[in-house]
């Protein structure tokens, strides 16, 4: 499960888990019918990964195929839709580090 992770993640798809849900969220194109295929078959395995996993190891890194600006929308965004309120909190923190702090908060973490 971790190898299908990294592999979304190098390409820009970041996914959430907020409560029972997945979110995902991906560049135009990314998404593709296979794609939605696989992440629905293991959507159980997914979220237990990524409750499981550390969320970020480089919270300040923004993605592939994002532009700092529409990744901190996105995760404010993110933060609103959140059913988890500590996930929203921590999505929101992360949100500022962006764009207050040009990446750099206390809770950048070493791994």
Known sequence: MNRLIDDLRRRGVVLTACGEKLRVDAPAGVLTPDLRTVLAGHKDELLAALRDADPVADPYEVPAG??????????????RVCVNPRRSAELTEWADGLEYNGGESSRRRNI
């Not at 532009?67 to 965004?77: A, C, D, M, N």
């Open 66 to 79: 994002w532009t700092r600006r529409s990744w901190i929308e996105r995760l404010r965004f993110l933060a």
